[in-house]
């Protein structure tokens, strides 16, 4: 099921704000993504595994082929990205970056919000992996996620309903 969907059924465009939604994703929003990819996350990835531009471009190109990847609209402007992957016990935040203007308003935090509830209608958990140098983990926590499992880079968090 499509994260629009999944956001829609527990109201993300009525509940929300009206001026943030998101829509579905066209093969031309792929350099949007890939740009926004490295405004959001070179510094983190820098830091843990060393940038590499033909590297990331690949993997965004083949995760962009592969996955679904919603554009996230605030007052009908582009300003970021999210993917999940749903399975049967569990969503899986694979991707989520806002461009930086925007970030530290709660946009992201509402959005984050209506999956959480829409974990709860389903009766899974929320998980997502981190980087350990990135910031948004403190949101993350704040939210109620917990570090399940990690590793050298990493944390592989997970949000129950409790």
């Known amino acids: 099921m499509k994260l629009r ?6 109201g993300f465009t009525q509940n929300i704000m009206s001026s943030l939604q998101t829509r579905k994703t066209t093969a031309f ?32 190109r083949e995760d962009f082929d592969s996955l ?22 569990e969503l899986f935040l694979n991707y989520i970056a806002i461009q930086p203007l925007h ?23 929320v998980k997502l992996s981190v980087m350990r140098v990135n910031p948004a983990k403190t949101l993350y926590e704040r939210l109620g996620f917990r570090v399940v499992s990690s590793d050298e880079n990493q944390f592989l968090m997970e949000w129950r309903n409790r």
């Not at 605030?74 to 049967?88: A, L, M, P, T």
């Not at 970030?103 to 958990?125: M, S």
């Open 29 to 60: 929003d792929f350099d949007f993504i890939y740009d926004l990819h490295r405004q959001t996350f070179y510094s983190y990835v820098e830091q843990t595994w060393g940038w590499k531009e033909e590297v990331q471009l690949n993997g965004m």
């Open 103 to 125: 970030q530290n308003k709660g946009l992201g935090t509402q959005i984050l919000d209506q999956l959480l509830e829409q974990a709860v209608v389903r009766g899974v958990p």
């Open 68 to 89: 679904l990847f919603e554009i996230i609209c605030y007052k009908e402007i582009d300003i970021g990205v999210i993917s999940v992957i749903e399975q049967e016990d």
């Open 5 to 10: 969907l999944l956001l829609r059924k527990v």
